[in-house]
């Protein structure tokens, strides 16, 4: 089993900047990858950005140039850094972790763009 716990977000203006964080705990060396989603309101959720056990990293073309994906290996944390905000960005993000048995989820964490 794998526990994942947010942090970070809220509400910030268009161009402004947030940080979100979500650490793992429980079976983490079982993880190979992790990422961040988004569900906007009466839309599917997304793949906003995702990383490897190796480091490689994906984005959403959205969000390509402005967001960047990291991870602390030895806090067991993914972070994204979310840079020149927009409106559309307003979402609930949720923190993902991929093991060979499961899928996990965090809690989710409101973000909002002000225009």
């Known amino acids: 089993q794998v526990q994942l716990v947010q942090s970070g977000g809220g509400l910030v203006q268009s161009g402004g900047s947030l940080r979100l964080s979500c650490t793992a705990s429980?079976?983490?060396?079982?993880?190979?990858?992790m990422a961040w989603y988004r569900q906007a309101p009466g839309k599917q959720r997304e793949l906003v950005a995702g990383?490897?056990?190796?480091?490689?990293?994906n984005y959403a073309d959205s969000v390509k140039g402005r967001f960047t994906i990291s991870r602390d290996n030895a806090k067991n944390t993914v972070y994204l850094q979310m840079n020149s905000l927009k409106p559309e960005d307003t979402a609930v993000y949720y923190c993902?972790?991929?093991?060979?048995?499961?899928?996990?989820w965090g809690q989710g964490t409101q973000v909002t763009v002000s225009s």
């Open positions: 990383i490897t056990s190796g480091s490689s990293t």
């Open positions: 429980g079976s983490v060396s079982t993880i190979y990858a």
């Open positions: 993902n972790a991929d093991n060979y048995f499961a899928r996990y």
